[in-house]
């Protein structure tokens, strides 16, 4: 099992353009989730989703849309980007909610310059 | 609201023992605890359930005092390998995980 991984790993974007990251996991979990890790500020949630088809909004959504068209994948879209957005995004799933362990991706190291 | 993690960081020489605490405002169903080294993942330590269950990990164990909303988790006899950034998250419903600002663990030899 490849677990969780992350497309791309690296990523520089100017001021305005877009970007899709992409999630992928092969243990057929039905909760995925995108943060954000900012220096001293531990991890964040932008949006999550509970199943296939679904999506919802987390602590920072602002800025970003997902989608969950497949139960293995989970896509993050950045419109516009700004850089304020200049962060390290983490995917993560999970079997179910609040009892089983989060199982994390490698992370995306994105620069908005 | 995010949990409150103390200290924020901590150095401690190899065999020594530490407290990491994390409270939060909101009621808990569940705690959870991991662990991340530089330029990695965050991995999973431990869960809590509401009930005050203390867990283990090698040397690593957790508290969950549910009456006070906070969690504890003890660096015993700490190695090495304990050196990282130790988030505490909280599961005030069952969707979303909030984690706190994270507590910096250096093991020095």
């Known amino acids: 099992n490849a677990g969780v991984t992350q497309t791309p790993k690296f990523r520089v974007l100017k001021t305005g353009q877009s970007m899709t990251l992409l999630c992928a996991q092969d243990?057929?979990?039905?909760?995925m989730y995108w943060y954000r890790q900012d220096p001293g500020m531990g991890l964040r949630l932008i949006h999550y989703?509970?199943?296939?088809?679904?999506?919802a909004k987390g602590e920072v959504p602002d800025g970003y849309n997902v989608s969950r068209l497949k139960k293995q994948n989970f896509l993050l879209g950045l419109e516009s980007a700004a850089p304020s957005q200049t962060s390290v995004y983490f995917c993560?799933?999970?079997?179910?909610?609040?009892?089983?362990?989060?199982?994390f991706g490698p992370g995306t190291r994105l620069t908005v310059t | 609201q995010q949990p409150v993690q103390s200290p924020q960081a901590v150095i401690l020489r190899e065999g020594e023992d530490a407290v990491i605490n994390c409270s939060s405002s909101?009621?808990?169903?569940?705690v959870h605890w991991y662990r991340q080294k530089h330029g990695e993942a965050p991995v999973f330590l431990m869960i809590?359930?509401?009930?005050?269950e203390q867990k283990g990990h090698e040397k690593i164990s957790a508290s969950f005092n549910e009456k006070k909303q906070q969690s504890s988790l003890y660096l015993t006899a700490s190695q090495l390998s304990y050196s990282g950034t130790y988030f505490c998250?909280?599961?005030?419903?069952?969707?979303?995980?909030?984690f706190g600002a994270g507590t910096t663990v250096t093991v020095r030899a």
């Open positions: 993560a799933s999970s079997l179910r909610g609040a009892v089983p362990e989060q199982y």
């Open positions: 243990m057929n979990h039905e909760y």
């Open positions: 989703s509970v199943g296939e088809g679904t999506t």
């Open positions: 909101k009621a808990l169903y569940s």
């Open positions: 809590l359930l509401k009930g005050g």
């Open positions: 998250g909280g599961f005030p419903n069952d969707y979303k995980l909030s």
